[in-house]
């Protein structure tokens, strides 16, 4: 088990990571990774402790991850339903989160459809100056650590299974293709692939980008049919679109073919079609010849190459369902049992301070 201190009382986003909390994460998770292997998969890392599930949005991948991991950990859970809580006579969120506090919760795992849920319920828990740690699990539009986190913990295990570290994905090219406008996922992978080093391409059609990088790419290139920019350091990014990387090392593509030449590895990402508010593309048959992942297009890629999807997937629309149960290509299953390992880490990380 790695000795470096772990100081970060929440989880909420990537966006302030270091290289160090990075390796950490990495380097527990392949510790917890060992023991998942075991005969006895069990440890009392977090007995006695409460580890609160508030699931204010549909899930079954994190929701029964953080629930296994957790108990992987011997700690006790407790699992939140929106449509069987209080919620429905009127409850705040807040006072639900309160309610599990004075029944002495010391992790809440929050996951909620609207961006910013998770930081009020931690801005709450400070505020009542509690030891109460608040790990974001998903939240709108805006991010989803854990995701991410499993995502790089599963790239770096294959390269290094020894020693996973950030530093193993230094100069690889990783496509992330999709939508993109709805993806929180997308988000926090852009922050700890960037901190990698890793050259990050988009691709998208322009109707599943932010807005912003439209309006950008129209503006600096006078251009609309150049399908490549590099984001400037200049640009003005509100809190809804993609991050601000001061050394850009990510690429947008309105095709695919140049975001997957020669990639290393390719991510792609569901179509959130219950978040999409108007008609964003002309079928999911033009989507699929256009931007979905098949064997023929991973021909443009390097001869290694392998695929991730966050889930859970359409399949025959971003990837075929084909290459999707190939395990010479997909990561997909390997992102699942990745995600025990992860979040068992984090569990251990935020709540080992608390024994």
Known sequence: MPTTTWNRHHVLSLSDFTTAEYDTVLQTAASFQEVLSRRTKKVPTLQGQVVANLFFESSTRTRSSFEIAAKRLSADTLNFAAATSSMTKGETILDTAKTYLAMGTDIMVIRHREAGVPNAIAAEMDRLSVRVSVLNAGDGQHEHPSQALLDLFTICTLIDPANPRLQLLKGKKIAIVG???????????????????????????????????????????????????????????????????????????????????????????????????????????????????????????????????????????????????????????SQVTSGVAVRMALLYLLGSGKA
């Open 179 to 333: 939508d993109i406008l709805h993806s929180r996922v997308a988000r926090s992978n852009i922050w700890s692939l960037i901190a990698s080093g890793a050259q990050v391409h988009l691709a998208a059609p322009p109707t599943l980008l932010p807005k912003l990088f439209a309006e950008y790419f129209s503006e600096e290139t006078g251009d609309s049919s150049q399908d490549l920019f590099t984001i400037s350091s200049s640009l003005p990014l509100p809190h809804s679109p993609l991050p601000l990387i001061p050394n850009p090392q990510l690429f947008l593509h309105w095709q695919l073919e140049p975001a997957l030449q020669d990639a290393d590895f390719v991510m792609t990402l569901r179509l959130q079609k219950e978040r999409m508010t108007a008609h964003l593309l002309p079928s999911l048959r033009e989507y699929h010849q256009l931007f979905g992942i098949t064997r023929a297009k991973l021909q443009l890629c390097k001869p290694n190459v392998k695929v991730l999807h966050p889930g859970p997937v359409n399949r025959g629309v971003e990837i075929s369902s084909d290459l999707m149960d190939d395990p010479e290509f997909s990561l997909i299953q």
